[in-house]
């Protein structure tokens, strides 16, 4: 079955940098675009950005260009987000998740099991 | 601030009928852009509950369904059952933003 299969949680000191992976299985990697969606504990879902698996392009966020960034693998089907410069707030469960449909019309399934970042002295 | 609006919690007592409202803007749902629900257990991922406005994945029940009316969204959960307390988020696309946007959340509570 389509699975996405994220890396394990990460503790951080403020100003590092993580990196996160997300492997998929079960479909045709190249096909699908891959986005990133965090949530900070106890908030809401917020859209990081996202990759094409085909030709690597992406589309980040406006709030975090410039400390993101995306990339993929093709010879091991994963998708990688690398943020950088990290303070307390980026703390929070980043998950990966497939989109299905036309671009502005993306919905997401199915989703990684969540890996959690904690920024912490 | 999310562009999209819902409210912080529902609730319903078992069998009864609730609705989660999920209000944009003429850059996101009133621009035609489909609105898409999802549905997040504690612990868990969230998962895909509709799409395309009114859409059910394969599996889920009829006691589920979604409409969208010109800068709104609603999800309607009947017969509810103490399982569907969770969090339910609604997605759409932002054209003022160039990229995706979620509600802020909606807890709903079984009684």
């Known amino acids: 079955q389509v699975q996405l299969l994220q890396s394990g949680a990460e503790v951080e000191r403020p100003g590092a940098s993580v990196k996160v992976s997300c492997k998929a299985s079960?479909?045709?990697?190249?096909?699908?675009?891959i986005h990133w969606v965090r949530q900070a504990p106890g908030q809401g879902l917020e859209w990081m950005g996202v990759?094409?698996?085909?030709?690597?392009?992406?589309k980040y966020a406006q709030k975090l260009q410039g400390r993101v960034t995306m990339t993929r693998d093709t010879s091991t089907s994963t998708v990688y987000m690398e943020l950088s410069s990290l303070r307390s707030e980026d703390t929070a469960v980043y998950y990966c998740?497939?989109?299905?449909?036309?671009?502005?019309?993306?919905?997401?399934?199915?989703w990684g099991q969540g890996t959690l970042v904690t920024v912490s002295s | 601030q999310s562009l999209l609006t819902q409210p912080p919690s529902v609730s319903g007592a078992p069998g009864q009928r609730v609705t989660i409202s999920c209000t944009g803007s003429s850059s996101n749902i009133g621009a035609g852009f489909d609105v898409h629900w999802y549905q997040q257990l504690p612990g868990t991922a969230p998962k895909l509950l509709m799409y395309?406005?009114?859409n059910r994945p394969s599996g889920l029940p009829d006691r589920f369904s979604g409409s969208k009316s010109g800068t709104s969204a609603s999800l309607a959960i009947t017969g509810l059952q103490a399982e569907d307390e969770a969090d339910y988020y609604c997605?759409?696309?932002?054209?003022?933003?160039?990229?995706?946007?979620f509600g802020g959340g909606t807890k709903l509570t079984v009684l």
């Open positions: 998740a497939r989109a299905i449909g036309s671009t502005s019309y993306n919905w997401f399934d199915p």
């Open positions: 395309g406005n009114n």
């Open positions: 079960g479909y045709t990697f190249t096909t699908y675009y």
């Open positions: 997605q759409s696309y932002d054209s003022s933003l160039s990229g995706v946007v």
């Open positions: 990759i094409n698996p085909s030709g690597g392009s992406t």
